[in-house]
Structure formats: C-alpha cells, structure tokens
C-alpha cells in the first residue's frame, strides 16, 4: 500500500535508492504464482530521491557506467525521428520513451508508417485471406517496422479504413498532425503559464485503443508523469518535484535506466522553468528482482533489446519469430479482425 512507512523508501543516490530497493524486495518480496520466473517481487512501494549534489557523484552508475547509460538515453528516451520516419533504423523496438513522450501520437504515427510501407510494396487493396499474406508482408517490412506493430495497426484500423488511406494517405497524415503533441514540452509550458497547478501532468504512455489490442510484445511501465513546482525552505525559492506512477520496475541495473530518463526528463522542464529539479518520487506497483539475470554479464544494448522484445534488422532471425507458437496466435487475431465485416 503507498504510504507505508515500511514501503517508502527514501535516498539522495541512485546507488543507496537502488540497494535499498533490492535489500526490500530481497528480505519481503514473494515469487509470482503466475509464471516460472525466478523474480520476486513486492507490491506498492514509494521511492522518493532527493536530489542534491550527492546524486551525481560516481554512485549515480552503480550497474551501468555513464557511457553506458548515454547510449540507452540517445537510442531509447531521446529519440529525434518520429515512428513514420521513412530513415532506415539500426534498431527496431515496438516502441520507445522517446517516441511516446516527444512524438507522442496515440500510434497514428505507427499507423502513416504502415500506410506509406504499404504504398511503397505497391498494395492497393488489403485483401489477406491467411497466414501466409501476412507472413509474407512481415518478410517485406521487418527491417522497418516490429512485426507486432505492423500486427498491431492492421488489427486496429482493419480494411475498409486502411484501404481509405491507401488512397487518400493525407487523411492518415491530417489525423496524425491533430494527435502528436511534444508531453513534456506541454508539461513545461503549462507550468510557465501556471506554476502553481496540480495538472502538469502527461497522459498514460500507453496508448489506449493501439496497445489494447494486446498484438505488441511489450508497452511502457509508466501511467503517468508528473510535475510539480513547490517551495523550498532550504533552497529560499521555488523547485520541481516530478512524480511518476509506474506499473513494474527492476531493482537493478533496468532500475537504474528508469531513473536516468525519470531525471533526464525532470532536468528538462526544470531548465524550461528555470528552477532546480529537487526531488523525484515513483510510485511502483510491482517492484521486482530477477535473481536468475546477471545483468553485468550482458551489455546495456544486450539487456535493452531483450527486456523490449527489439532486435537489430541485419542479424535478426525473422523465421524463429514467424513459427513460434506465440506469433502464430497473433498472426490468426490480426486476420480475424481483417476479414471482419464491418
């Protein structure tokens, strides 16, 4: 339960914030009844970090040191092009923080990206009829796109709508320009406008209507993201305070990159507010820890790929996804909702 003083946790180091973390989940978690993971976990905890001078000392990388940590904020959280950028990526994910934070979009963007992917094979109509056309689509569009995603969209916004964009892909491209919106650019820019507000806040990073469909591998931990400008004793002036709610976090080197983006995003608005970033709180709903995983043992690219269900396109192999049991599950709900009458 939020609140318990045996499950709030409070820290000014991400180094003290994680062992914390780990001895918590370690001494009062239990195994999951619902899977043959090895993790264990402990439900509604409170991490709070203080942020002083203390939190960007050398404890601030305790499992992945700082070149590390950058190369998952430039890949992950800081992502420059838009889903629908036609530039060929050297990694494909089925989603991304920085894709549901700076081009946030409702998946509009991943559904202009299926559309112009479609145009350029030539297709005119959406006529699927089995498993293989599906099949054979994905073959086409791997190295662009996650196979999940592409499910994802066609099961979505099925044929008739498709078909109609095919055609006319400015109303695809119209409907995107009214949903993507820069979060935490609108966060900042309301406190400038109010800085006393309680509303600073940005919607789920998990999209309603395109994540339901339950065709994506994997969708964001977070609920919400939260900013708020309060006054400071110590300080004598105003500072943040950005509270976040999250469905699961790891409390190891995963929990480590959660609180890079979670202060990366913090410093951010901060900088547009012109005042110190001072406190970070995370409401977990799930704190867990994998005993089995030896994360030092992988890279951070490694350990990225492998918790997001992403893969690098030139050594991906698209024929062990294709016959897996799992996929050929989605691949049967995608056509159903295909050949649905509508």
Excluded: C
Excluded at 240 to 268: N, P, R, V
């Amino acid at each position: 339960m939020f609140g318990n003083s045996k499950t709030t946790l409070f820290a000014s180091t991400v180094s003290e914030l994680l062992q914390k973390s780990l001895n918590l989940v370690t001494k009062s978690g239990h195994t999951s009844s619902f899977t043959d993971s090895a993790s264990i976990n402990i439900h509604g905890v409170t991490l709070m970090l203080n942020i002083t001078d203390e939190t960007g000392d050398l404890s601030r990388y305790p499992y992945w040191d700082k070149s590390e940590e950058m190369w998952y904020l430039k890949n992950f959280v800081l992502s420059k092009n838009p889903p629908e950028s036609p530039t060929a990526p050297e990694y494909i994910f089925p989603y991304t923080y920085g894709w549901r934070s700076q081009h946030y979009d409702e998946g509009w963007g991943h559904v202009v990206q299926v559309v112009n992917l479609l145009r350029n094979l030539g297709y005119t109509e959406i006529n699927f009829l089995n498993n293989l056309d599906l099949i054979q689509l994905i073959k086409d569009t791997y190295t662009s796109i996650h196979p999940a995603v592409l499910l994802s969209v066609l099961a979505w916004q099925q044929r008739q709508v498709l078909q109609t964009f095919i055609a006319y892909p400015e109303f695809a491209h119209t409907i995107l320009s009214h949903h993507r919106k820069n979060i935490l650019k609108h966060v900042a820019e309301h406190l400038i406008e109010n800085p006393g507000s309680s509303f600073a806040m940005t919607p789920s990073l998990t999209y309603g209507s395109f994540d339901h469909i339950h065709l994506t591998s994997h969708a964001p931990s977070y609920q919400t993201f939260q900013a708020l400008v309060t006054h400071d004793i110590e300080y004598s002036g105003n500072v943040l305070e950005t509270i976040h709610h999250q469905k699961s976090m790891y409390a190891d080197g995963s929990g480590q990159l959660d609180l890079a983006h979670d202060l990366l995003w913090g410093k951010y608005i901060a900088n547009q507010l012109g005042i110190p970033h001072k406190k970070i709180t995370i409401f977990v709903n799930e704190l867990m820890y994998d005993g089995s995983v030896e994360e030092n043992d992988l890279s951070v690219e490694k350990a990225l790929l492998t918790s997001v269900n992403g893969y690098k396109p030139n050594d991906f192999d698209i024929e062990k996804l294709l016959t897996s049991e799992t996929f050929s599950k989605k691949l049967e709900i995608t056509l159903k909702s295909l050949l649905k009458q509508t």
